[in-house]
């Protein structure tokens, strides 16, 4: 069984890095996500996020950082680690810290997010992330027992816009509030300036994917800034 992660000392004010394949694409290869987490971390990440259970396995294989890991299920809706099962899977393939949907919807299994932690919490040594969506999110999040709160979610849901950066009024409101579990800052951070802009909002740790590791996004940014 993984080892249990005692305290986040590691990863406090560090880079994370997610490095993530969409289904269809060439990269979407368990052992090309190693390697590009590999890659991560000779930069300085201090920790890895990854999709699929293989893609855990690998990644746990080739670096030493916690990993962070899912599985997603589908493409809306609940499709972030949307049951029990689909946590306890990922904490089987070893990830430190399973992140699952955090937001107050209905989940596909029935059970409550509180009912979902606890059942990670007492059959494995896994830690649980709790992806966001908006402050109420989060306060719940905290208060179904979540090690830490991401804002993955933040304009994915019905709750707020999808703000051209990160959500940083988001960030700070959720910092402020001193919940209690660490609050990372994740989704559509494209810059370094807005990772040190999370970072300033309060964030205890931030997590970029896109900007680092899906070069098919990348070179269309790059592209579109020529034909513009
Ligand atoms: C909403 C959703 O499905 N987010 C996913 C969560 O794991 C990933 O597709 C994102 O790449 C990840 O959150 C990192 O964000 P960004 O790639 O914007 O830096």
């Known amino acids: 069984m993984t080892l249990k992660l005692t305290n986040f000392d590691a990863l406090a ?8 394949a969409y289904p269809g694409e060439p990269m979407r290869d368990p052992r090309t996500m190693a390697q590009v987490a590999a890659s991560a971390v000779t930069g300085g990440a201090a920790a890895i996020r990854v999709q699929g259970i ?25 499709f972030i680690t949307p049951t029990l099962r689909h946590a306890l899977a990922c904490a089987s393939a070893g990830a430190h810290i399973v992140a699952i949907d955090g937001t107050r919807r209905p989940r596909p299994d029935g059970l409550s997010l509180e009912e979902t932690i606890a059942g990670v919490h007492s059959n494995s040594n896994s830690l649980v ?54 609050l990372i800052a994740e989704g559509r951070i494209h810059s370094p300036a807005q990772a040190r802009a999370a970072m300033d909002a309060g964030a205890f740790a931030v997590v970029v994917g896109t900007a680092i590791t899906h070069p098919s996004s990348i070179t269309g940014w790059f592209k579109a800034a020529l034909d513009a």
Not at 13 to 20: D, E, F, I, Y
Not at 155 to 181: M, S, V
């Open 13 to 20: 004010g560090q880079l994370v890095v997610s490095a993530q």
């Open 54 to 78: 293989a893609d855990i396995q690998f990644t746990r294989a080739a670096v030493e950082v916690p990993v962070i890991g899912l599985w997603k299920d589908g493409h809306d809706g609940v």
């Open 129 to 182: 992330m709790a992806d966001c969506g908006s402050f109420e999110d989060a306060v719940a999040a905290a208060e179904a027992g979540a090690d830490l709160i991401g804002t993955t979610l933040a304009g994915y849901t019905d709750d707020r816009p999808k703000t051209d950066g990160p959500d940083l009024e988001l960030i700070a409101q959720i910092a402020a509030a001193n919940l209690g579990a660490p």
